[in-house]
Structures are given as C-alpha cells and as structure tokens.
C-alpha cells in the first residue's frame, strides 16, 4: 500500500471517529490526511510517469 493510500485510510477514519464524537477538530484532522494523500499519490504518478520516459532506449 502506498504512503498516499495510508494516509487516506487514516484520514477516513480520523474522518469518522470525529464524526461519530463530535470532535470537529479530528474530523478536520482527517480532510487534511485524505487531501494528504491525493497529492502524494499524484506526485507519486508523476515521478513514475518521468521515470518511464527517462529510460526509453
């Protein structure tokens, strides 16, 4: 599992946790840790991406 889909994971869960007590603060906690893991997944794409043309013969 990639750390982008770690984090998303965590995040939905601090996301529910914080849903489910009220605590707007952890809620919010976890939209960062989703957000988080978007870019790094996409960032993670990228640099694939640019290996892949960089290593054409």
């Known amino acids: 599992m ?5 984090d ?3 995040g939905h869960t ?3 946790v914080g ?3 009220g605590d707007e603060e952890l ?3 976890g ?4 957000a ?7 960032v993670g794409g990228l640099a694939d991406k640019a290996k892949k043309l960089l ?3």
């Not at 990639?2 to 770690?6: I, L, P, R, T, V």
């Not at 939209?31 to 989703?34: L, N, S």
């Not at 988080?36 to 996409?42: A, E, F, L, N």
Request: no cysteine.
């Open 27 to 29: 809620k919010d906690e």
């Open 2 to 6: 990639s750390d982008g889909s770690m």
């Open 14 to 16: 601090k996301e529910a």
């Open 36 to 42: 988080s893991g978007t870019v790094k997944d996409k």
């Open 8 to 10: 998303k994971a965590k």
């Open 31 to 34: 939209k960062v840790d989703r």
């Open 19 to 21: 849903d489910l007590t």
């Open 55 to 57: 290593r054409k013969d």
